[in-house]
């Protein structure tokens, strides 16, 4: 079975730039996870959905950081207008109905923002 | 809200030897309890999970946890390392009465030939 997919895997982007990050989870799980990870804060929960419905938003950054799920098996992540304190690896993870804590993630995708 | 700590940042030990993987835990119930593997380069991979139940908990690739209420603790174990288990460890903490993942800092094990 395939796992979550992530893409692009890398990102090299300009400070201004808009970047959106991309996420197809396991198929029939229904929830979906962003985190983000670096060096001084480790890993955090950005958002979470499930059911394609954003339920804790409290963990985004700021308004320049967005995230969708348009369809169960697709979700973006987005920074408008992205900043150098951004770059940072970003994960996606999605879990099983009823196993919220079950989380199995993607490979990541690594932003670089100069 | 529950917490994690993982005291040590980075251990090295040698192929074939013991290792333990410290986890504390920060909790008034009992927590739903993880270890995951993240290798270089790539996401985590969950190794073993405690909900309930035994204490003794076997996971994936060899590796083992023990709940230890009493210590608020989840150390990790394996008998014998191998160089493919160098990684970075993360031990998790969830509750039952929240949805609300709280990772630990993180522990890099070097393998030594």
């Known amino acids: 079975d395939a796992g979550v997919i992530q893409s692009p895997r890398h990102e090299v982007t300009e400070m201004g730039q808009e970047v959106t990050l991309r996420c197809k989870p396991i198929?029939?799980?229904?929830?979906l996870f962003w985190y983000r990870q670096t060096m001084m804060r480790g890993l955090e929960l950005l958002i979470y959905?499930?059911?394609?419905?954003?339920?804790?938003d409290s963990g985004m950054p700021e308004d320049r950081f967005s995230a969708k799920m348009p369809n169960a098996s697709f979700s973006t992540l987005k920074i408008q207008p992205s900043e150098p304190r951004d770059s940072a690896v970003y994960f996606c993870?999605?879990?099983?109905?009823?196993?919220?804590?079950?989380?199995?993630f993607g490979p990541g995708t690594r932003l670089t923002v100069t | 809200a529950q917490s994690v700590t993982q005291p040590d940042i980075h251990i090295t030990v040698s192929e074939g030897a013991s290792l333990e993987l410290r986890c504390n835990y920060s909790?008034?119930?009992?927590?739903?309890l993880f270890w995951y593997v993240q290798s270089p380069g790539q996401g985590l991979q969950l190794l073993l999970k405690?909900?309930?139940?035994?204490?003794l908990v076997q996971g994936i690739k060899g590796f083992e946890a023990e709940f230890k209420r009493s210590q608020s603790s989840f150390n990790l174990r394996k008998p014998s390392v191998h160089w493919s288990d160098a990684a970075e460890y993360f031990c998790?903490?969830?509750?039952?009465?929240?949805?609300?993942?709280?990772f630990g800092a993180g522990t890099r094990l070097t393998v030594k030939p």
């Open positions: 993870a999605s879990s099983p109905t009823g196993a919220f804590y079950e989380q199995y």
């Open positions: 198929s029939g799980h229904d929830y």
């Open positions: 959905f499930n059911n394609n419905v954003p339920i804790d």
């Open positions: 909790y008034g119930a009992t927590p739903y």
């Open positions: 405690y909900f309930s139940g035994d204490t």
């Open positions: 998790a903490v969830g509750a039952m009465d929240n949805n609300d993942m709280r």
